[in-house]
């Protein structure tokens, strides 16, 4: 039986503090596994020893939530339980908590006392000295309260009292709790109060935790320390609150601003998530780092601690969100701030200080212990309120009065600060800090210099402030922020610009308007409706590119060959971006000739001698060179130019590891691209690496989460690769028909558009497909078109499939062994895989393919195509190695494909057995496992807490 007495305001301020500072308090017991101390504190309530325990912590770690958790857990194993949640306007009178305690006793009775009877008992008692100026610490009176009130209680025992915030418990209660509490012994009673940590504020405040000290020292009671969240809680806090695992960046970069806090770190996430900051991608979590403050109610947990400091405590500390990077400093500006004493402002900074709200240093000055306290503490300031703050330290140190460890603090400063501060000094620096971090901290370099273009209007200037702001957004992929500044470069400063520099700036204005989804003026500009200044050869650049961004490649790529001429002689920029252009049109409509020629000669590049442009013309030759799966052809120009792979973007470096067989890392860096979302001037390449990444997931059994990937990759216009990633989905459900009508729809897509890249192993599938169906003119000429496919690309992979479906659909043995022969000299995991399948099914060295075919897919953990493989080497008497792997790995199959929400009538196709087989496997999974349901399952798979 639970009987809960809510108090509104339970969430208003708290304040007091256990221990003082003054008095030195008994060792206590730490805990950092919240499931450890809720069962800690159950078995001892059990127990009855001791018969006061105390979870004492600061404002937002859950305390109250421990104590539900407690009071749920004791009621679930029978034991009365009787809460009362406190707040501040309980400290107010007398005997407050011990009425509230003995009506909610009386109500529960099976035959509650008449009013007479009321009158005369404990609770009467307590009612009438509760209205009496009684004075609760004459020892006498408490004594004989403290029995009667004993008698009373002792009619319900055995009970467990719950109190939720007992600092704010009146005095009249404290001062019997000591002579109460010991009247009780052995199990039967007893009481379990959560206590918030706080500097005592006055007289009351002491008495409270005098009496706690008290009993601590006589054995009473015992303290238990809540400490912060350890970070695997951190991490699975995280992962409940946005239901996908956290990556660990967001992990590491939470922890250290929250420091645990429960409380800050349920704000700072709700915060991630309203800005579009946090990106969940195929269920696992991202975010983009921003310089945003916290927003939070000032009656927030986190906020309302030092808010019933004081209100000198409170403006300080607001104060400091500004001032505490000045060290030594600080107390003297804050004084000056707030027109106060120094001695004053420097008293409430220790008492902040002391409150663990901030952490003093010599070296480093002040911080904030909880960063996103100073966050959530900035965003309360007022517009002017921060502008004159951020003046005011700017003034300090130009002035030679601070010196911040921080480079980035002055800048930061100047841009609040706006003109309340030197306006030609400041640009000055804004410059000069936004140089020194255009390349490592892109949210500042944006920032500033946005600054910077609001500040500056002399036109020479204006126009470089405008341009650095356009390219620090095209650097850090944040384009959407560049839109303004590319065009008003374009417009007001075209004539003093150089047609290279031109050309780079229109060239971010079109992949701004794509991102920001500005179809209607990139339409105008593709129509010519948009006069731009850079000449006829940077326009035609720029519209095709507009045209790219449309899905108009092709469209594009004749305008250019068109007008060849005409921009081959321009400006070297001009010249090798409309190279890039048909290079990447010809390598999706079949023709890599041109790829081949910058390949052969990079001396062809006019802009070769330009580090920047010769990065990204190395780029451009290894994007290519993925998409087309030459793996070692990509590696040998990477290691000739001296670029490492880290240099490369997370969508490259995807595709190189996919190639080499490094599913999971591929898959991270695949997530990793979508979540930092952006337009590039290759757009083929992220939707090629979506679709090797939606392999990933399918061989290993993730089909609801291939496919919602491939659909976060769909609007550039190139579905006919997303859609062989759907197709293989299809048949792994078990639906044939649906899907041999999408492959047939896909490269019926891809003719009409002209698109040959991605087709080789879609024709190759297709042929395979008729011929089982028993088309065989259908399928012939699917080998046709696969041949093709082939000559037109010259890779080794579209040879590769060719010759597959040659031996699959001819019995061409020459073809097969061929086939199996380029694909160990290639040495791509999965692409074996498939062929040695392939081949083994044309009776070629079948069990030796077979088993090699197993094995690499077992090093690729590709759990469904593996149990696929099982069925295939059974019906060709081929052994499969290693019985309790075999049994483990189907397990978790079956655990990722009931958590993609499959039927038990899907999952028996699938696996090749009965329902009734499935079911059976299922019951004994969840009883090994301890889930009791699909539900609790696919919990547990979703936040990576399934341990199979």
């Known amino acids: 039986m639970t009987v809960t007495v809510t108090d509104s305001s339970r969430w208003s301020p708290r304040t007091p503090l256990v221990p003082q500072d003054d008095q030195a308090a008994p060792r206590a017991p730490r805990t950092s596994s919240r499931t450890a101390l809720i069962e800690d504190v159950c078995t001892k309530v059990r127990a009855g020893e001791p018969r006061l325990t105390l979870l004492a912590g600061e404002a937002g770690l859950g305390r109250s939530t421990v104590l539900e958790a407690i009071a749920d857990k004791l009621t679930g194993t029978g034991t009365r339980v009787l809460t009362v949640r406190l707040s501040e306007n309980d400290t107010a009178g007398h005997y407050g908590l011990l009425y509230r305690l003995l009506a909610e006793l009386e109500l529960s009775e099976e035959h509650p006392p008449s009013a007479t009877t009321s009158e005369n008992s404990a609770l009467g008692l307590v009612a009438r000295l509760s209205a009496d100026d009684h004075d609760p610490s004459s020892s006498t009176a408490s004594a004989q309260l403290a029995g009667i009130v004993s008698s009373a209680v ?71 320390t809540m400490r912060p969240l350890a970070r695997a809680e951190t991490t699975a806090l995280i992962a409940a609150s946005v239901r996908a695992v956290p990556d660990s960046e967001l992990v590491d970069r939470l922890h250290t601003d929250s420091r645990g806090n429960p409380a800050a770190l349920n704000s700072e996430i709700e915060a991630q998530l309203e800005s579009g900051a946090l990106r969940v991608v195929d269920r696992h979590a991202y975010s983009q780092r921003t310089l945003d403050p916290l927003p939070l109610s000032e009656q927030h947990p986190l906020l309302a601690a030092i808010r019933d400091s004081g209100a000198l405590c409170w403006s300080v500390a607001r104060t400091m969100t500004v001032l505490a990077p000045l060290g030594d400093a600080a107390a003297g500006l804050v004084a000056e701030a707030l027109e106060i004493d120094p001695t004053v402002a420097h008293a409430s900074l220790r008492s902040l200080e002391t409150g663990r709200v901030l952490v003093g240093s010599s070296k480093a000055g002040w911080k904030f212990r909880a960063p996103v306290v100073r966050q959530a503490l900035e965003a309360s300031l007022g517009p002017y309120e921060q502008q004159r703050l951020c003046a005011l330290a700017v003034r300090a140190v130009w002035d030679g009065v601070a010196e911040p460890a921080d480079e980035t603090f002055l800048p930061d400063q100047l841009v609040a600060a706006g003109r309340l501060v030197d306006p030609e000094r400041s640009t000055d620096e804004l410059l000069a800090g936004s140089e020194a971090v255009m390349f490592t901290d892109g949210a500042r370099a944006v920032r500033w210099l946005r600054a910077l273009v609001d500040r500056v209007h002399e036109p020479d200037k204006r126009s470089m402030a405008l341009l650095s702001h356009s390219a620090a957004c095209a650097i850090h992929n944040r384009l959407e922020e560049s839109v303004d500044s590319a065009r008003a470069v374009l417009v007001e400063y075209a004539e003093r610009l150089s047609a290279e520099t031109l050309q780079e700036t229109e060239l971010v204005y079109v992949l701004s308007l794509a991102a920001c989804g500005q179809w209607s003026e990139l339409n105008r500009l593709a129509a010519r409706e948009i006069s731009l200044s850079g000449g006829p050869a940077n326009e035609l650049v720029t519209r095709a590119f507009a045209l790219l961004f449309l899905g108009r490649y092709t469209d594009g790529d004749e305008l250019l060959r068109e007008h060849q001429r005409s921009w081959t002689t321009a400006n070297p920029v001009t010249a090798d971006l409309g190279h890039i252009y048909r290079g990447g049109a010809g390598v999706l409509t079949g023709d890599p000739s041109l790829l081949r020629r910058f390949l052969a000669d990079p001396r062809s590049w006019r802009s070769r001698d330009h580090p920047r442009h010769r990065f990204e013309q190395i780029r451009y030759e290894v994007d290519m060179l993925l998409m087309l799966g030459e793996r070692d052809e990509a590696t040998r120009v990477l290691r000739a130019n001296d670029v490492s792979v880290e240099q490369l973007h997370n969508t490259e470096r995807s595709l190189l590891r996919l190639l080499r067989g490094e599913h999971s890392a591929a898959l991270d860096m695949a997530r990793r691209s979508i979540a930092e979302g952006g337009y590039s001037t290759r757009p083929l390449v992220p939707v090629v690496m979506a679709r090797g990444a939606a392999g990933v997931l399918i061989g290993r059994g993730w089909l609801t989460r291939a496919r919602e990937l491939t659909d976060m990759a769909r609007g550039m216009h190139l579905d006919h690769l997303l859609d062989h990633a759907d197709v293989r989905c299809l048949r792994a459900l078990g639906e044939p028909e649906n899907a041999d009508e999408l492959l047939r729809s896909a490269l019926h897509s891809a003719d009409e558009n002209g698109f040959v890249l991605g087709t080789e192993h879609m024709w190759a599938d297709l042929a395979v497909r008729e011929h089982a169906l028993g088309n065989h003119e259908q399928a012939v000429r699917c080998v046709h078109r696969a041949q093709g496919v082939a000559e037109a690309l010259g890779t080794h992979r579209a040879k590769l499939t060719y010759l597959v479906s040659r031996a699959r659909v001819h019995g061409d043995r020459a073809a097969g062994r061929t086939a199996v022969r380029r694909a160990r000299e290639r040495a791509i995991p999965d692409e074996s895989a498939w062929v040695f399948t392939s081949v083994a099914l044309c009776g070629i060295d079948t069990k030796r393919l077979l088993s090699d075919a197993y094995v690499l897919l077992g090093e690729l953990d590709a759990l469904l195509w593996r149990a696929q493989l099982r069925g295939i080497m059974r019906a060709h008497h081929v052994p499969v190695p290693g019985r309790s792997i075999t049994t483990a790995e189907n397990e978790r199959l079956l655990a990722v494909l009931v958590t993609e929400g499959l039927t038990n009538r899907q999952l028996a196709l699938l696996f090749g057995t009965s329902e009734k087989s499935v079911e059976s496997r299922l019951n004994r999974m969840f009883a090994r496992t301890g889930h009791r349901s699909r539900v609790e399952l696919a919990a547990a798979m979703l936040t990576d807490e399934y341990r199979g």
Not at 184 to 204: E, H, K, L, N, S
């Open 154 to 224: 002792r009619r319900h025992l055995p009970l467990t009292v719950l109190v939720d915030d007992a600092q704010w418990a009146d005095i009249g209660t404290v001062s019997l709790l000591d002579q109460f509490i010991r009247r009780f012994a052995g199990p039967g009673f007893t009481v379990v109060a959560t206590w918030r940590c706080w500097p005592p504020t006055g007289p009351d405040d002491h008495q409270r935790a005098t009496t706690m000290h008290r009993l601590v020292a006589g054995g009473a009671a015992r303290v238990i």
